[in-house]
């Protein structure tokens, strides 16, 4: 049951006969529970119908429609980044579910975490009205008509290549986003430990100072507190990844650059190295030069000095050197450098007097989640990756990138460390290949091996 809704408007001399054609969508029934002589629209239908226009009194013409399955959509998107998401297409098939019906003109929603996009329908077949209900659609999804217009203002991949600088400007409180990838040939090097990934970003500091976050996909847009690796240091940065899961390497990857303060002029690269032993072999060379004399051990810095020099060695260290009393700590600092050096007072680490405050305001300013928990960042970072309700998961049964949800409420299903998503995903039946009974996805592997495995 479908329905063509168009505005009603009052009929001006010379008006065009077809402006409320242009001005029309169609809908479906969703549920029966509106009162009694009355309709609702939810928002996407609505804006469809007015677009910006919206009357005081708006009057809305509802018909009855028969409308064929749609086979053909070209969408275009409203703006730049909508191809940068990993699977778009997947994405997108999951925002047409919340549609019965297409229109040409109308603009469809895509919601991938707190992002949103909008794609405009461009066409449609067999007619400009279709039905997406049961049926199979081919999806041509054209380029924006601007790239990188504005892109300080938008979620943008910009494409790095491997040992190139890209030069750019980011302004305080905002993000430039780039994109490289890892082939697989590369990545099992990485994971071997016979190469690393390093991350290059030098700034022009007179003006500003930046933050670099970095993501592996699906998260493509890594943020302060939604991010695998990050660097804070003040100036220019080298940021050497080193991956969680050995199996995980190869790939695309995102950084984002985060003007902290200011704005600042920067060049960012990224490089394969290859890691060479010529570090083992230095330190290996000094323990045996250090072994094969006399050595003693200085009271005032601790270190191995020759026994025949020792009493000069400690006069002079004395007279110049002096260790951190911090509990823990004990380097051995110039005297004109121990007043710049300074212990966090809530987590201990050592810093240099003008990087305190960028520490502090990073690392230990409270941050709010859209859950509404308040964490520090480096809570914040492991309650977004693996327990906050509004993280972004592929569902192991659908397929499809979606907010994980809670704990759920099948303690089974904790067990196999499942989300609240995926206990209701995994719910659904689907007939089993080998003996044809409807069982639950999450239980086809419990089933396969209890019934069909062979002794």
């Known amino acids: 049951m479908y329905f063509r809704l168009s505005k009603v408007r009052d009929r001006v001399q010379g008006a065009s006969p077809n402006q409320d054609t242009e001005e029309a969508t169609c809908c479906g029934v969703l549920e029966f529970t509106a009162r009694q002589g009355s309709a609702e629209l939810p928002p996407h239908v609505w804006?469809?119908?007015f677009h910006s226009d919206t009357p005081d009194v708006p009057l809305v013409e509802v018909r009855y429609a028969s409308l064929p399955k749609g086979t053909y959509a070209k969408l275009k998107p409203e703006g730049v980044g909508f191809s940068d998401l990993p699977n778009h297409r997947a994405v997108l098939e999951t925002a047409l579910r919340n549609h019965a019906t297409l229109s040409e003109n109308d603009v469809v929603v895509v919601n991938y975490g707190q992002l949103q996009y909008k794609l405009k329908v461009l066409e449609l077949k067999p007619a400009s009205s279709v039905s997406v209900l049961e049926t199979d659609v081919e999806v041509d999804i054209e380029g924006p008509d601007s790239v990188l217009d504005n892109e300080e203002n938008q979620h943008v991949l910009v494409p790095l290549q491997t040992g190139k600088v890209e030069s750019g400007l980011v302004e305080e409180g905002k993000f430039r986003y780039y994109k490289f990838s890892v082939e697989e040939s590369i990545g099992e090097k990485v994971a071997s430990g016979l190469a690393n990934i390093e991350v290059k970003i030098e700034a022009d500091t007179s003006s500003g100072d930046t933050d670099i976050y970095v993501s592996r996909h699906p998260l493509v847009f890594p943020t302060q507190h939604r991010h695998e690796w990050s660097s804070?240091?003040?100036?220019?940065?080298?940021?050497?990844?080193?991956?969680?899961?050995?199996?995980?390497?190869?790939?695309?990857?995102?950084?984002?650059?985060?003007?902290?303060?200011?704005t600042t002029k920067f060049q960012l690269s990224v490089a394969i190295n290859d890691v060479i032993n010529s570090q083992r072999i230095g330190e290996q060379a000094s323990v045996s030069s250090t072994a094969s004399g006399e050595s003693v051990i200085c009271k005032n810095c601790k270190r191995?000095?020759?026994?025949?020099?020792?009493?000069?060695?400690?006069?002079?260290?004395?007279?110049?050197?002096?260790a951190c009393m911090?509990?823990?700590?004990?380097?051995?600092?110039?005297?004109e450098e121990a007043a710049d050096h300074v212990h966090c007072s809530k987590c201990g680490q050592a810093f240099q007097q003008r990087e305190m405050e960028k520490h502090m305001k990073v690392f230990h300013e409270p941050l709010h989640c859209a859950c509404r928990v308040i964490l520090e960042k480096e809570e914040m970072v492991q309650h977004q990756s693996s327990t906050c309700p509004f993280r972004l998961i592929v569902c192991r049964f659908c397929?499809?990138?979606?907010?994980?949800?809670?704990?759920?409420?099948?303690?089974?299903?904790?067990?196999?460390?499942?989300?609240?998503?995926?206990?209701?995903?995994?719910?659904?039946?689907?007939?089993?290949?080998?003996?044809?009974?409807?069982?639950?996805?999450?239980?086809?592997?419990?089933?396969?091996?209890?019934?069909?495995?062979?002794?």
């Open 232 to 262: 804070h240091e003040m100036g220019s940065k080298v940021l050497i990844l080193k991956p969680r899961d050995a199996t995980l390497v190869g790939g695309m990857y995102s950084i984002g650059v985060y003007g902290f303060k200011g």
């Open 47 to 49: 804006n469809n119908l």
């Open 326 to 335: 911090h509990d823990g700590c004990g380097v051995i600092l110039r005297k």
């Open 304 to 322: 191995h000095v020759s026994a025949r020099t020792s009493v000069l060695h400690e006069a002079y260290c004395v007279r110049h050197n002096v």
């Open 399 to 455: 397929g499809d990138t979606v907010q994980a949800g809670g704990q759920p409420l099948d303690v089974r299903d904790r067990l196999r460390n499942m989300c609240e998503h995926e206990s209701i995903c995994g719910s659904r039946t689907a007939p089993c290949d080998s003996c044809g009974r409807s069982v639950m996805l999450k239980e086809m592997d419990i089933h396969a091996i209890a019934v069909h495995q062979k002794s």
